[in-house]
């Protein structure tokens, strides 16, 4: 059986509308939505938000300017260091969506008018189960 999904969602506080549409279709399909303010203080910022961000099946990173200007940007650094699947939302940086992978899926939202949030939310949701799928589960026995 497959477990439910967690779905991290590295967000700056600017572009937080971007992100509530996001977390409302998930949650809506009872997905388990994490953003930096769920990380439990326990030892330092760093390690905490590591931890969380390891524990996620799925990392979704909606990036801009305000996004790059956080210092220290650890759910950057951590995004690209961690082998989760990752999707990056891009709002003000223009990029080519062909050369997305397996694991790093592109989206470009710079121009507001033509942001595809189905084929978005279906690849949350695709990545999500193909994370949590137990290969066990194939088998008959």
């Not at 397996?102 to 470009?108: C, E, G, I, P």
Request: hydrophobic letters at 45%; one cysteine or more; a negative charge.
């Amino acid at each position: 059986m497959t477990r439910q999904a967690s779905i991290y969602v590295a967000v700056a506080a600017a572009d937080l509308s971007i992100a509530d549409v996001i977390l409302a279709h998930l949650q809506h399909y009872n997905y388990h939505c994490v953003d930096c303010m769920d990380v439990p203080h326990l030892l330092d910022s760093a390690t905490d938000l590591y931890g969380t961000m390891s524990e996620c099946d799925v990392i979704v990173l909606v990036d801009s300017f305000a996004f790059r200007q956080k210092k220290p940007n650890y759910e950057l650094q951590f995004a690209q260091e961690l082998a989760k699947p990752l999707i990056v939302i891009s709002l003000n940086q223009k990029i080519d969506e062909s050369q997305s992978t397996w694991h790093v899926r592109l989206f470009d939202f710079t121009n507001p008018r033509h942001r595809d949030w189905k084929q978005v939310l279906n690849t949350i949701v695709i990545l999500a189960k193909e994370a949590t799928h137990n290969p066990d589960d194939d088998f008959l026995f």
